[in-house]
């Protein structure tokens, strides 16, 4: 791990929260600072899914409370290369602990394509904890959820019941290019990941890719 100059550490202080806030409503706007980086989140996907991820973001908070370390965008919209009709929203969040089963899928519930539509192909959210981070055998996440109108549901609570290498490949990429929505920047919090595990993960990949093509 990369040591920050206050802690010797990655910082997971948690995410700011507003008590007493009302409850959300779709897209509701919030009086809070996002942090889009050097290009305006708005710029990045434009304002439906702009305003689309600030509802996420309150409703993640809502449920995750002050055990949430921040939220990033990854994927395609932190590339750069994002386009509503193809592209998925890739949210990667952090909490400071496990969360209890109960919590998880009601934030599943809360960010599902029926209770909060998504104005692109697709959600694809990720909530890991600091100490699955730190798993040896690679990031172990709390939470895999797929939802969208052109997008299989997709409910993953055991992270040994998923190929480990897709989330070695987007931790080391969230750490590189994630734009945090809430909290602190990417490299701050995201675990630096061994050479060795993400050139692994980098392998099995490019060998589950050939497998589907020689498949079909």
Do not use: K
């Not at 921040?70 to 592209?87: K, N, Q, T, Y």
């Not at 519930?109 to 055998?137: I, W």
């Not at 060795?196 to 990949?205: R, T």
Request: aromatic share 8%; proline share 11%; with cysteine.
């Amino acid at each position: 791990l990369r040591a920050d100059t206050t802690s010797g550490g990655p910082d997971f202080r948690p995410a700011r929260t507003r008590p007493g806030s009302p409850p959300p409503g779709i897209y509701a706007r919030r009086d809070r600072v996002v942090h889009d980086g050097p290009v305006p989140l708005r710029d990045r996907v434009g304002p439906g899914p702009s305003e689309y991820l600030d509802e996420l973001v309150q409703r993640a908070e809502n449920v995750v409370s002050d055990r949430l370390v921040g939220i990033w965008l990854v994927g395609s919209a932190a590339l750069g290369d994002f386009e509503p009709h193809r592209s998925d929203l890739d949210v990667q969040a952090i909490a400071a602990e496990t969360l209890p089963e109960g919590a998880l899928t009601r934030l599943a519930a809360d960010l599902a394509h029926e209770s909060l539509p998504c104005p692109a192909r697709g959600l694809e959210f990720v909530l890991y904890s600091r100490v699955g981070l730190l798993d040896p055998e690679g990031p172990a996440f709390q939470l895999n959820f797929n939802t969208g109108a052109s997008m299989s549901r997709h409910l993953g609570l055991d992270p040994w019941a998923e190929p480990r290498f897709w989330f070695v490949i987007d931790v080391a990429i969230a750490r590189e290019r994630a734009v945090p929505l809430v909290g602190p920047p990417a490299e701050a919090a995201w675990p630096e990941l061994p050479r060795s595990m993400v050139a692994g993960a980098l392998g099995e990949a490019l060998a589950w890719y050939a497998s589907s093509d020689s498949s079909r």
